[in-house]
């Protein structure tokens, strides 16, 4: 470990790792760059947006049996969101990135880049990336803009610094090219870990993450929409895209002075079935519902999509559809393809149900990615006895998530909903209401057709018209009280 004073403020400022060459004084915010025995003042680094990462400078833990420390971070943002990249320094003087985003973690370190590999403008999410190590599958290829930092970095770094990166994954491997310094990318292989894997230490608890940023990890906060002044509910530093319930105003959260990005117009009168801000006790864990989504696909099948998430978990879905209720999360894991018609995952084959366009017709509420109507995903879904695999492809990304049935009884009891409360989407209401009026008119008809011989004979005719009736109007009638 070297110590120098920092060249702005004087403070002792430690280099733990020989690979670091530039820190971030705590004290003043310089940037200070080591070049052998002297440094130099950079100039001043932005803070980092308000941190709400149980991740710090100093937690530890150990992936593969070797231990690590957080030395450093560099704060990312993009077109959808913003991430964390964290600098570690192995106990064995190696060095390594801890990707945390939104509640999901990856370890990598770099690795010799031999054999081809491809340009940064030829990687298209969903397509397949060959390079020496094997076959991957493109997940997601961003620009991203550094907007702070903090302790040691491998390399220079400042407000404005651009990264170009596309990650690539096959099953649980992790492998990220990173084209910031040129044409030829340095790759960064590893696998996506959970905070429990890691045995991590020195985590912040809610209370120390309230102090520097103001508000609880994973507590809802609330703000007013700059546009029409309705309270809008959001997870400060998790959820920064947000579109208010009332007006449809796209705004962006993720500094203390909310912008609105668009400006929307009075949302239609729609009622999801579970509402905004609802929580529930799911297998133990305390879920919030955030943002909820009416989606479309090419044949006019409508759903709806409710963003829940729990603090230590993080984010999942349940989804509505007129098949039932599903419990979905995003994988980890990706599935490996089985020729044209299958994929096999956990030694289990997954069969081919159907390829659709998804439409977002309808978003209201935060989001940890930004989401608009008109947005559209294609969607090709694979099933294996009672569960559901299905991998949705954007512009920017492609992801796979795993669905599990749930019984309408269930999500009754565990958002607290009344009878009525849980109901069947919109072709399906329609489609009993359509059986009602049928069923109606039939019974007009046939009013009308025994009005004759009612006339005739009235006396012995009138009761048996009347039990008639009652049979052909009773079921319509539980047909729309459903």
Same mark, same amino acid.
């Given at each position: ?6 060249? +702005? /403020? ?17 004290? /003043? ?14 100039? @001043?680094? +932005? ?7 149980? *991740? ?14 957080? *030395? ?9 969101? *913003? ?7 192995? !106990?064995?003087?190696?060095? &390594? ?30 397509? =397949? ?7 991957? *599958? ?42 910031? !310094? ?15 894997? #890691? ?15 103001? @508000? ?8 007013? /929409? ?17 579109? /208010? ?53 090419? =044949? ?7 963003? $829940? ?45 159907? !390829? ?61 909903? &009344? ?11 329609? =489609? ?10 039939? $019974? ?24 008639? #009736? ?13």
């Amino acid at each position: 470990m070297q110590t120098v004073s920092c060249p +702005s /403020c004087g403070a002792p400022l430690a280099f733990k790792s020989h690979a670091s060459v530039m820190a971030v004084c705590e004290f /003043c915010r310089a940037t200070v760059v080591k070049d052998l025995d002297v440094v130099r003042d950079l100039g @001043r680094m +932005s803070d980092v947006l308000e941190d709400y990462s149980p *991740i710090q400078i100093g937690t530890a833990g150990s992936v593969g049996g070797r231990g690590f420390t957080v *030395i450093g971070r560099i704060q990312l943002r993009y077109a959808s969101g *913003i991430w964390n990249e964290w600098f570690l320094l192995f !106990d064995d003087a190696s060095n &390594g990135w801890l990707g945390d985003s939104s509640g999901r973690y990856v370890i990598t370190t770099e690795r010799p880049l031999e054999g081809s590999y491809p340009a940064f403008e030829t990687i298209r999410p969903g397509r =397949e990336v060959e390079l020496e190590a094997g076959r991957f *599958i493109a997940a997601e290829k961003r620009v991203a803009r550094c907007i702070g930092g903090q302790g040691e970095l491998p390399f220079r770094v400042g407000e404005g610094w651009e990264a170009r990166v596309a990650d690539l994954r096959q099953g649980r491997a992790f492998v990220t090219l990173d084209y910031s !310094d040129g044409e030829k990318p340095i790759l960064y292989a590893g696998s996506a870990v959970t905070l429990e894997q #890691m045995g991590c230490q020195l985590l912040r608890d809610d209370e120390a993450i309230k102090a520097s940023a103001g @508000r609880y990890r994973g507590k809802a906060s609330t703000l007013q /929409c700059p546009q029409c002044g309705t309270a809008v509910g959001y997870l400060p530093g998790m959820t920064p895209n947000l579109v /208010c319930q009332n007006c449809r105003s796209e705004l962006d959260a993720a500094t203390p002075a909310v912008q609105v990005l668009r400006a929307g117009d009075a949302a239609e009168s729609y009622r999801f079935t579970v509402p905004l801000g609802a929580s529930a006790n799911m297998a133990g864990r305390e879920v919030q519902v955030l943002g909820a989504m009416r989606r479309v696909d090419d =044949e006019g099948k409508r759903w709806n999509e409710y963003l $829940l998430f729990n603090p230590r978990a993080g984010f999942s879905w349940l989804v509505e559809t007129d098949e039932g209720w599903w419990r979905a999360e995003v994988m980890d894991e990706w599935p490996a393809a089985v020729g044209a018609a299958a994929v096999r995952l956990d030694g289990a084959a997954y069969t081919h149900l159907y !390829d659709y366009t998804a439409r977002v017709e309808l978003a209201l509420g935060a989001f940890n990615w930004k989401v608009a109507a008109g947005d559209t995903v294609r969607v090709s879904e694979y099933q294996h006895g009672q569960v559901r695999l299905a991998g949705e492809l954007g512009p920017e990304e492609f992801t796979w998530s795993r669905s599990t049935r749930v019984a309408f009884d269930q999500v009754r009891a565990w958002f607290g909903l &009344g009878k009525q409360a849980v109901h069947a989407p919109a072709e399906t209401v329609a =489609e009993a209401a359509s059986v009602g009026s049928q069923s109606g008119k039939f $019974l007009l008809w046939l009013c009308g057709m025994n009005l004759i011989p009612l006339l005739l004979n009235f006396s012995g005719a009138a009761p048996w018209l009347l039990i008639g #009736m009652l049979a052909l109007a009773l079921p319509p009638r539980f047909v729309k009280n459903e």
